[in-house]
């Protein structure tokens, strides 16, 4: 019965691999997320009663952070696909470092809204806005972070190649997404204010 | 040969050296499994259980408005300090009562109960799969939704009771734990149980639509999916896109209640003091839960009505009436679903003009609703039809799918709408539309797909008498309600005693109560049928219902893996019942058209001569 199994075709293999295609639904559950809060702000934001304020010039600093770790994080896939596996790692370092850096300015920007009296609770909706966004986005972050250290760790063990990029993909894949949300969210933010 | 082949093929190889080398231990093989139809039996057991009591709470309030001065002293054992010293219930848990009623058997029972069986347990049997894509992840969606589950029953034994706010949760009662009892601890909990349950949700669609897409065998293709398939598949698109949105309305409703944030609150008094919340809308939240809310209907019915087109064929002997128009219909249900959500919202101070817009757009899905039931009926007309209890059921469900869709013609009419929204009328209603139809596929789905489930055959006589009962249960429970909804009675309400008005609809609330009681009590041989069956039905052949579709072509008790030799090869659609010129009346999909020629049109007599035939000798083996 095992031979018989092994030998069994498990069905014509389709164009996309399951895994990947999985993680773009995941993708496209989080993109929802961030619609209907967008769509929240816009049509509180039409109610009135809203507060304008400046967003922290350290913003524009972060989003090139982000853009930079997309940049390592690509590097890294392609290194993957030559095979050359000091740059895979030097890439998935690179990101990681820069997506903690990016992580790191996001917190200093609360406290420069802190500092001019945007707060997260106790306040208008305007405020409180801003912190769910970016909070939300650096929580998926996170969750990016822990990916790379996941990858890292499959390239010191040889698991990150040519003949298998699957994994690194997705990385890749979540990486590029979590950079593009925070593009939107930023220019969102500027353009409804 | 690409990178992704060798992979899966490594995976496979994995999984049947790991079946085949040593027994599953009990854990392994019954508790955190990661086979689909063991999982599908997780969902189906658990719902069961929830099922119970959802049933058994509404019966409780129906004894409130049946029997407004009864005496409820004897249900203290098990209410406890919510039977006041008058012997009448809590008018607090009145209110708790109904709106775990509503959570249960909306999200726990008719999403996770209904979708979570039939999409786990029929998507990789009737597509030709070993699994799902991710069965760690199947597995996943089974325990976020067990925890989910203990959560929510944990609220229900809270000394301040379960959540009260309606299943709806509308802020600002749900976002002040001072307003109502129910509104603190219970809610806290209902609020952690939903985001694992949208979790669960999340996982399991991500792995239902993966499935279907990736997963199919040779010859499966698209048009020749089961419609139980595409119900599925729609379903799951859905909710992958409605979920998300109620974890948002929820997330902002927790940071409103416990971070002190106003996204849904302003200038509220309470107990003659002034919150500092200022600057929020609850309207706010009410398009956020809509825009999950009415999709969710869908979530709740498609399934059902997928499971009805598959059992209305098949004991119908007869193809399916336009296979095509069913997928084009649930399709533009689905996208409808997304944009009508406004009507949930008539008398919440909306834009008329924006009214009218939403009453146009919800009007338009009685089109392809109507596309659903005519083709139900065509389909029935001049059919052989076999009366099996699942068959029941499935007529059951179009009888209340048309009589509890005509009501909603009315409700979706934004004028209509002031006089009749939130009264009896409504929940008359969606009970009819969505409750019982979807209740009904549920059960018309565990009598047909029964059988492949544990391998048993479940009681026919026992199955009659529980359609006859619950049939004509429901339609005395759920008819008069909409003359107590025209007669202007409010939902929700405790009781109606000191309404001179209504004192003349005393009797009917009374003859509502006593059909909902003997309703509920008729579930028990549902009950009592399904274990005893388990383990002493009748043993059951290969294919009891001489069906088309892959599944019966797995052993009676399908192991891991579901085949154990190749997996079929697909080379029809699976509604080739009662061909002429066929020697038997049904087809099933994996017989060539090269072995059919008497049967064959012509065009399908062209496609024989190209078709690459694949020994299948196990499969015909195993019947």
């Known amino acids: ?193 | 040969m690409s990178v992704t082949d060798i992979q899966l093929q490594e995976n496979t190889a994995h999984d049947d050296h790991h079946d085949d080398h040593h027994e599953q231990s009990f854990i392994e093989k019954y508790i955190f499994s990661t086979d689909h139809k063991t999982i599908a039996k997780q969902f189906l057991i658990t719902g069961i259980f929830w099922a119970i009591i959802g049933g058994a709470f509404s019966v409780i309030f129906r004894l409130q408005l049946g029997f407004p001065d009864m005496t409820l002293e004897w249900l203290k054992p098990i209410l406890g300090k919510w039977i006041d010293e008058g012997g009448k219930l809590d008018q607090e848990f009145y209110l708790a009562l109904v709106t775990m009623h509503g959570t249960i058997m909306v999200f726990f029972v008719l999403t996770a109960g209904l979708s979570g069986t039939f999409s786990n347990f029929l998507i990789p049997l009737q597509i030709g799969a070993r699994d799902m894509a991710s069965g760690f992840m199947n597995m996943l969606s089974y325990w976020f939704f067990f925890l989910s589950s203990v959560i929510m029953f944990i609220s229900l034994f809270l000394e301040t009771g379960p959540a009260a706010g309606g299943w709806t949760i509308y802020p600002p009662l749900s976002a002040l734990p001072q307003a109502i009892q129910g509104s603190a601890g219970g809610m806290t909990l209902w609020l952690v149980s939903m985001v694992f349950f949208i979790a669960s949700t999340l996982l399991g669609g991500i792995n239902y639509i993966t499935t279907v897409i990736n997963m199919r065998t040779e010859g499966m293709s698209f048009s020749r999916l089961p419609l139980t398939i595409w119900a599925f598949f729609i379903t799951a698109v859905i909710g992958l896109l409605s979920f998300p949105v109620l974890f948002s309305a929820a997330l902002l409703l927790v940071f409103d209640r416990s971070l002190g944030t106003s996204f849904y609150l302003s200038e509220i008094f309470i107990g003659g003091e002034a919150l500092p919340n200022i600057g929020g809308s609850p309207i706010l939240y009410q398009h956020l839960f809509w825009f999950l809310g009415h999709p969710e209907v869908y979530i709740v019915l498609l399934p059902a009505l997928g499971i009805t087109s598959e059992i209305i064929s098949t004991n119908s002997r007869k193809p399916i009436f336009g296979y095509r128009a069913m997928i084009g219909s649930m399709l533009a249900i689905a996208f409808l679903s997304f944009i009508v959500w406004a009507h949930h919202m008539f008398v919440s101070g909306l834009n008329p003009f924006l009214g009218s817009i939403f009453m146009f757009l919800t009007l338009i899905i009685a089109v392809p609703s109507a596309v659903k039931a005519f083709n139900y009926i065509t389909t029935l007309w001049k059919g052989n039809i076999v009366f099996t209890p699942a068959m029941l059921f499935s007529i059951g469900l179009v009888s209340f799918f048309i009589s509890g869709g005509v009501t909603g013609i009315f409700l979706g009419n934004s004028a209509l709408d002031i006089n009749l929204h939130d009264t009896y009328f409504v929940v008359a209603h969606f009970h009819l539309v969505m409750g019982s139809a979807s209740f009904f596929g549920l059960l018309a789905g565990v009598y047909h797909w029964f059988p492949k489930m544990f391998g048993r055959m479940m009681d026919e006589k026992l199955g009659y008498i529980h359609f006859w009962v619950t049939f004509v249960g429901v339609y005395l429970v759920f008819f008069p309600l909409h003359y107590i909804g025209i007669a202007g009675f409010p939902r929700r309400y405790y009781a109606f005693t000191n309404f001179d008005a209504f004192s003349a609809f005393t009797d009917l609330n009374t003859f509502v109560s006593v059909a909902a009681i003997l309703t509920f009590g008729a579930q028990f041989i549902f009950i009592f049928n399904f274990f005893y069956s388990m383990f002493r039905g009748r043993k059951a052949p290969a294919n009891p219902w001489r069906s088309n579709t892959l599944e019966w072509t797995t052993p009676r008790n399908p192991g891991h893996g579901n085949w154990p030799g190749a997996i079929p090869k697909v080379y029809r659609w699976p509604y080739d019942y009662s061909k002429p010129g066929a020697e038997e009346d049904f087809i099933p999909q994996h017989i060539p058209l090269s072995q059919t020629p008497e049967s064959n049109l012509e065009e399908e007599n062209e496609l024989a001569k190209t078709e690459e035939v694949r020994e299948s000798k196990n499969v015909e083996d195993s019947h």
């Open chain 1, 1 to 193: 019965m095992m031979e018989a199994q092994m030998n069994a075709p498990i069905g014509k293999v389709r164009a996309m691999n399951p895994k990947i295609f999985g993680l773009w639904l995941f993708i496209i559950s989080i993109t929802m997320i961030f619609i209907s809060l967008s769509s929240a702000y816009i049509v509180k934001q039409a109610e009135g009663n809203w507060r304008i304020f400046e967003f922290p010039d350290l913003f524009k600093v972060t989003s090139l952070i982000i853009v930079l770790s997309s940049v390592s994080m690509h590097w890294s896939y392609i290194a993957a696909k030559r095979n050359n596996l000091l740059q895979i790692r030097l890439g998935l370092v690179v990101t990681a470092i820069l997506g903690a850096a990016f992580m790191i300015g996001q917190f200093v920007a609360w406290n420069e809204l802190v500092s001019i009296d945007v707060n997260f609770s106790g306040g208008n909706p305007a405020e409180s806005f801003v912190y769910v966004f970016t909070g939300l986005h650096v929580a998926h972050l996170i969750g990016g972070v822990i990916f790379l250290a996941v990858m890292l760790k499959a390239s010191f063990s040889y698991k990150v190649h040519s003949k298998s990029l699957t994994k690194i993909e997705m990385c890749t894949t979540y990486w590029h997404f979590l950079g593009g949300l925070w593009l939107y969210l930023y220019l969102f933010l500027v353009l409804n204010n």
